[in-house]
């Protein structure tokens, strides 16, 4: 089953569920379509107006989709194994991705979404990738992230976080629950996949907020400094976890930029021998 352009959102099979999608703008032949991930506690309506802010930056047509056990699409088995972004990447990914039909990509991750388009690049062979674009991505645990994800559990029972979730998830709970208690888990303590950065051969743009709560820039300076392709840094001041939220004026702008170069390069082909 692939997207149907003209419908613009509708569902899509890929790892054995029905996962929703929904599109901004059209694809054209010389552009790249940019694929959406979100975050650990994300969905396709969770991106808000940022999808249809990005299409319209960067005159690319742009697919959101919502992963097993988020948003409205088909539940996720619990509890989510300590590499569930690396199954997302190497095993559900591929097969998004073949639904959408493009002929080359960019990749937009969130957080989580984030590390699975970092894990796409850097663990399956695949040359329609042209270019990352990781918001706040992490590659290791931090005693500070898995605080603040202790937290969360706290706010989860005792806040209104589970009816505000509803609004955007079919089960809060088990949507809540599955990212939670992954990241709660003993063995998560030593998570690392920090190997990826090693085969990563594309361009990509970093985008941290210097308050992030969740990661450090150690997150960005492993990718900056472990990378052998380019990787263009945005730090910004007094944002947390979600810069594309908080402040998107400069991460529009940023990804405007780098999303023309990538054209131009693409466009300019092959520097002769």
């Not at 899509?12 to 569920?17: D, L, Q, S, V």
């Not at 493009?102 to 042209?130: C, M, N």
């Not at 944002?239 to 999303?259: G, K, M, R, Y």
Request: overall charge negative; glycine content about 8%; proline content about 7%.
């Amino acid at each position: 089953m692939s997207i149907d352009w003209d419908k613009g959102s509708g569902r899509i099979e890929a790892g054995g569920k029905s996962l929703e999608w929904q599109s901004w703008g059209r694809p054209e032949a010389e552009s790249p379509v940019i694929v959406m991930l979100h975050e650990g506690l994300g969905s396709v309506g969770l991106w808000r107006e940022f999808p249809a802010a990005v299409a319209e930056a960067t005159g690319c047509a742009v697919v959101a989709y919502s992963r097993a056990g988020y948003g409205f699409s088909d539940p996720a088995e619990r509890p989510f194994p300590v590499d569930y972004m690396t199954r997302e990447a190497v095993a559900v990914l591929p097969e998004v991705l073949r639904a959408i039909g493009a002929a080359q990509y960019i990749l937009l991750g969130h957080s989580d979404g984030a590390t699975i388009a970092a894990e796409y690049a850097g663990r399956v062979k695949d040359f329609s990738i042209r270019g990352l674009i990781l918001i706040a991505p992490h590659f290791f645990t931090e005693p500070m992230g898995l605080a603040a994800i202790a937290s969360a559990a706290e706010s989860f029972a005792t806040t209104d976080l589970p009816q505000r979730m509803a609004r955007h998830h079919a089960d809060a709970e088990a949507t809540f629950l599955g990212w939670n208690e992954a990241w709660l888990n003993p063995e998560f303590a030593t998570w690392n996949v920090a190997d990826v950065i090693d085969y990563i051969r594309i361009p990509a743009l970093v985008i941290q907020g210097v308050q992030d709560q969740y990661g450090t820039r150690a997150q960005v300076d492993a990718i900056a400094e472990g990378s052998y392709a380019p990787v263009e840094v945005l730090m910004l001041e007094d944002c947390q976890h979600a810069p594309h939220l908080e402040d998107p004026t400069p991460v529009l702008e940023a990804i405007a930029s780098f999303t023309t170069r990538l054209q131009r390069i693409e466009a300019a082909g092959p520097v002769p021998a």
